[in-house]
């Protein structure tokens, strides 16, 4: 089998950069969104506005709200949405998925693909269910307006795991050619405690909210925000990380290596084994601006389904996370959000009284 088609379920930064850079090099593409408001600006457009990477007005074969006409006949389903919009797409896929499309959770972050696949079952599918995931996006890019995309550069050396486990190689040989960046991981779970967006956006914010709240976010966030006192901190983080992967026997590298394996800084600053300097030398993050509110998804999405799961994990592994549980408890004071209760939890990924044996067992079977 060989992807010509694809649908893109979401329409956001990365479903922008998705359907411009897919369909610039010629695959059908349909692009779905949830408002239809996002999508009136590219029909009347002719297309999506690319710049960087990808250049010019890309047409995309079919604009639509309806995730039925989206996904029927595609070769793969490509869910490009926040981790906290996982639940809403599992429902509407749910009577639609046969066995027969591959899934991409692009990104899956902390667990997103268990996630994903826990809530179809919840909604009923029953079928077989292939999914695959990357822990992070595909691109390097933004939004520069209704219907314009800057894709600064394709995300390096991208851990790729599947669900089943057992589907990895197929997967893999049948996501390649899309993304040719993508390295095989040993399973979700690496993938999961992969998640680097969780580990410096965690801290980066609540450390920021200040800053963030009284500039209304007119600061450089990679650049400016990440200093020294943050680095720090997100080091913290990364060593529970690690340590929690170690306790469940799966391979994980520091935060250094995976931000310079990714393309994100340069050498130097890797070798420095200082995490501020290597956020200020972050060619493709440097233009970027810090959110203009706490009420964004690198606090929602990255404490809330990111620090929450990995934390979560490591209760299972017997390991302590007194870092990560300060920044949940501390992000939940400052937004009012209940994150231990509402976040990504053991039991909305399926996991809820699993063994640390269990775990791997049913990342490898899917069952």
Known sequence: MS?????????????????????????SVRLHARNPERLAPIRAQGGIQARGIVEGLVPVDLLTCDVAEAVRGADLIMLVVPSVAHETYAQALAPLLDG?????????????GLHFVHELRRAGCRGPVKTCETVTLTYITRLEGPTTVNIYSYTKRLRFAALPGRDRGELFA???????EIVEASSVLETALANINAVFHSPGMIMNAGWIQRTGGNFLFYREGITDAVGRVTAAVDAERMAVAKALGVPAVSFLQLFHDAGLTTTEARDSGDISRACIESAPNKTIKAPGTLDHRYVHEDVGYGLVPMAALGRVAGVPTPTMDALIQLAGLSLGIDYWRDGLTLEKLGLAGKSAAE?????????
């Open 359 to 367: 775990l791997l067992a049913l990342v490898e079977t899917g069952t």
């Open 100 to 112: 027969s499309q591959p899934v991409f959770v692009n990104p899956g972050h902390t667990g997103g």
């Open 174 to 180: 049948l996501m390649k050619p899309l993304y040719p």
């Open 3 to 27: 992807i010509t088609s694809i649908a893109v379920l979401g329409a956001g930064h990365g479903g922008f950069a998705a359907a411009a850079d897919l369909g610039h090099r010629g695959f």
